[in-house]
């Protein structure tokens, strides 16, 4: 899929913040201690990285969707964005009205 220019760009503009991102954050990250990011690891597992209330886990086609129980946002482990993207739009009707009110 190639898209038109600007969107491109947009895309290189978008790679390039969130290196620049990410570099800043490995650095702080390095200064951590092991014991610091334990702490912080238990302290948000499952929890909300928008408004800190608790996940809830559903497993759709192997792909573990959480959804926030408060704020309505969902979260995706690594690699599971990608495969949902390659879902048929059926699939992800049907994902979709999994959370339906
Ligand atoms: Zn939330």
Do not use: N
């Not at 898209?3 to 990250?29: D, I, L, N, V």
């Amino acid at each position: 899929m190639v898209g038109k220019p600007s969107e491109r760009e947009e895309e290189y503009f978008a790679r390039m913040e969130f290196e620049k991102k990410k570099k800043s954050e490995e650095e702080k990250q390095k200064k951590m201690a092991e014991e610091e990011k334990k702490k912080l690891r238990d302290l948000h597992y499952m929890k909300c990285p928008k408004c800190g209330m608790e996940l809830i886990e559903i497993d759709y086609k192997g792909i573990k969707v959480d959804k926030c129980s408060e704020c309505e946002g969902v979260w995706l482990d690594a690699g599971e964005l990608a495969a949902i993207s390659k879902f048929e739009k059926t699939s992800l009707d049907e994902l979709f009205s999994v959370f339906k009110k």
